[in-house]
């Protein structure tokens, strides 16, 4: 397995605080099957990206951790403009290994709504967007149709290993399921910050997808896709996302029902004969949800 969206470098965010801790990560992971870690120190407000640091103390461990477990090095990218601003300067400077895939996260006190200009402009610069753990963002949750918009904009999605079996709430665990579901989840990750309050234990996911959706889905998620994002290789075909460009709603336990998601959800045929929609829709008019 390969681990993504790991903060391992200790001293450098909120992740790993020494060391030890760092090690004792690693050794964890490995433990459980993972042969290679992303690191993935936050660039945000909170922990700007030090890179000469950062790039020093990721060499420390790839040294210490050889023969334990291979490491790469991306960045925890949050969407601000500073952040915006250097990454279109510097083509690929934040991505894993620099070869163009970029984890991407969002502010809790932005707007997603706003954020389309962004995306556009960094995928401009060659980025492939990855958006992390929209499970647990509040404003995916009160508006869930933003992650088919982002998909639908080229997005790849990465879920956090434990939301899938309720580590951060039932809300967060049925999202996590219903976008399993679908087929509108492209990675799993640990999102791992400590190896006790947010340990990197990846296998007991890989074991709950491959058990809920069979193995081919669980290699796919945990082996094959992060494999191509670290190689920065071409994105490989993927099962067809479910209702994505039907523009299905979400359904889930603790989705909310506004008047928007009723109006999106599919009618029952009787409401479809009293609109006098009975006729079949077309590709075009499907594809646009019109």
């Given at each position: ?153 080229g997005c790849l999605i990465q879920v ?131």
């Amino acid at each position: 397995m390969i681990d993504i969206h790991h903060h391992l470098i200790y001293g450098v965010d909120d992740g790993a605080a020494n060391l030890e801790s760092s090690l004792q990560m690693a050794q964890e992971a490995a433990d459980e099957g993972v042969t290679r870690i992303v690191c993935t120190p936050h660039s945000s407000g909170m922990f700007p990206y030090e890179a000469s640091l950062i790039e020093e103390r990721f060499a420390e461990l790839r040294e210490r951790l050889t023969g334990i477990v291979e490491l790469s090095l991306a960045c925890d990218f949050q969407l601000m403009a500073d952040n915006i601003l250097d990454a279109v300067s510097h083509p690929l400077r934040y991505s894993i290994d620099g070869k163009g895939y970029l984890l991407l996260e969002f502010p809790n006190f932005v707007n997603p709504l706003s954020l389309s200009e962004s995306l556009f402009r960094l995928q401009s610069a060659g980025y492939t967007l990855i958006i992390t753990h929209p499970e647990r963002y509040p404003a995916v949750l009160h508006k869930p149709d933003l992650v088919g918009e982002w998909m639908r904009a080229g997005c790849l999605i990465q879920v956090t290993a434990g939301s899938l079996y309720g580590r951060f709430g039932k809300r967060e665990e049925a999202l996590a399921n219903e976008l399993l579901e679908r087929n509108w989840i492209h990675f799993v990750a640990t999102d791992a910050h400590h190896p006790i309050k947010r340990p990197p234990h990846l296998k007991q996911a890989y074991d709950y997808v491959a058990k809920r959706s069979g193995k081919e889905t669980a290699r796919r998620l945990f082996v094959t896709n992060p494999q191509v994002a670290v190689d920065g290789g071409a994105w490989p075909e993927q099962p067809t996302p479910k209702g994505l460009w039907e523009h299905e709603a979400l359904r889930f336990v603790g989705a909310p029902e506004t008047e928007q998601w009723r109006a999106r959800a599919p009618k029952d045929a009787t409401e479809e004969a009293e609109a006098g929609e009975t006729r079949p829709r077309g590709f075009w008019s499907r594809l646009f949800g019109r």
